[in-house]
Every structure is written in structure tokens, then in C-alpha cells.
């Protein structure tokens, strides 16, 4: 149980594109889900925390407008990187909240 | 703001070896504590989960000991196996969590075959 899964796995993109990646929790609700983001040889930093049926809580530094969080339902948040660009290219990961968090299997981006 | 450090942040031993990795962690407030590994390029696997009114948590050849009161963490690998190299994360929750995770840099492991 607890299983959470993201789609796209990977993805390349030219730059100024909007890229969407969504996070899904398979065999439980999760009213809280959280987006980090990974940058090479670097640690998991928290980006955002997507809380359902209202607005996401962005961490400082984050552009909210650039970084589009949508948690529509108990099963479902989506990240959407807007006009991305080289800076952009990382691992994005989310994670469901059940007492304990439960990470998703993570998506490279690679905007070129 | 929570701060998470982790030492080493590599270390490579021969197999057999027993092994200490150690995480601190600068406001003891927390609500748990997990260890992950995570393979190159690829996602988090979880480790171990201690709450914050735990002591330790084992697993097989893994031992995790929290003390809260002085923000400290250690993971303890007994004899150890190539296959155990991966980076070893650290991160500590708050707010039963409501909040997300804090995260330390990691101790990457190469065990020596």
C-alpha cells in the first residue's frame, strides 16, 4: 500500500515551454502532497506544499507564478513548470502525506 | 529554519565493514525522522522512520537511534556490501506532518568489493 506514483518519468523540452508533471497517490487520499526539487549532486529542497481544494504554500525563493500547483482531488496534484528554461532542468519529486510521507519515483526535466 | 548536516558526505569502505553515518539537525522540535537511500539518478527509497518518542528503529542490517534533545541521528550499516552503496539521506518532519521534509546533502557510499 501507500504507493505514489508521477508521470512523465522524463522529460525534454525546448526552452518556453510549459512542462506538466503529475503526482498521484494510487491506493489512498492524501489532502497534503509536497513538490521538491533536486539539482544535481545536490539535496531534496522543498518547493511547495499542494493542499487540496485550496492554494498551494510556496517555500521562499519559489516562484509561485513560474511553478503552477494544482490539487484538484484527494489523488491528484499536478506541477507545471511555465515558460521553462536551462535553469529549470532538475529532478522534481513529489510526495503524499499519510501520517508519513510517500515520495513518487521522481521526474527529470531537461529543458534545452 | 530547520537545518539538517550530514557526516560525511562521502565515505568509501571495503566490505564487511561496519559503518556509522551520522545526520544532526538544529531545532529538536521534530515529529519524526527518516533515513533514505537513493540510487543514482533514480528516486527515494525509505530506510527507516523514527518518531519522535522513539529511541531507534531496525531493519535487517540497518539501526537508526534518534536523540532528540541533541538534534543528533546516527544510521548504523552492519556488514556492509557493495550493494549497500548509494547516498544515504537524512530528513527530519515537523507538525505531524503537515509539513514538508527538511532534507540534509546526503553521505555518498561506495563499499569496496
Keep these: 500500500g501507500a504507493v505514489v506514483s508521477q508521470h512523465p518519468s522524463r522529460v525534454i523540452c525546448k526552452s518556453g515551454t510549459s512542462v506538466k508533471i503529475e503526482c498521484r497517490s494510487l491506493d489512498f487520499q492524501a489532502t497534503t502532497m509536497f513538490w521538491y526539487r533536486q539539482f544535481p549532486k545536490q539535496s531534496l529542497m522543498l518547493m511547495a506544499t499542494s493542499n487540496e481544494g485550496s492554494k498551494a504554500t510556496y517555500e521562499q525563493g519559489v516562484e509561485k507564478d513560474k511553478f503552477l500547483i494544482n490539487h484538484a482531488s484527494l489523488t491528484l496534484s499536478t506541477l507545471t513548470v511555465t515558460s521553462a528554461h536551462p535553469e529549470d532542468s532538475s529532478f522534481y519529486i513529489c510526495s503524499a502525506n499519510l501520517g508519513t510521507q510517500y515520495f513518487g519515483p521522481g521526474t527529470r526535466l531537461l529543458v534545452l | ?113
Design chain 2, 1 to 113: 529554519k530547520q537545518e539538517v548536516t550530514q557526516i560525511p558526505a562521502a565515505l568509501s569502505v571495503p566490505e564487511g565493514e561496519n559503518l556509522v553515518l551520522n545526520c544532526s539537525f538544529t531545532d529538536s522540535a521534530i515529529y519524526n525522522l527518516q533515513w533514505f537511500r537513493q540510487d543514482p539518478g533514480k528516486g527515494l527509497t525509505s530506510l527507516l522512520l523514527i518518531q519522535s518518542s522513539q529511541r531507534e528503529q531496525t531493519s535487517g542490517r540497518l539501526n537508526a537511534s534518534l536523540d532528540k534533545s541533541s538534534g543528533r541521528s546516527t544510521l548504523y550499516i552492519a556488514a556492509s556490501q557493495p550493494g549497500d552503496s548509494a547516498t544515504y539521506l537524512c530528513a527530519v518532519g515537523a507538525r505531524g506532518g503537515a509539513d514538508g521534509l527538511t532534507f540534509g546533502k546526503g553521505t555518498h557510499l561506495i563499499i569496496q568489493p
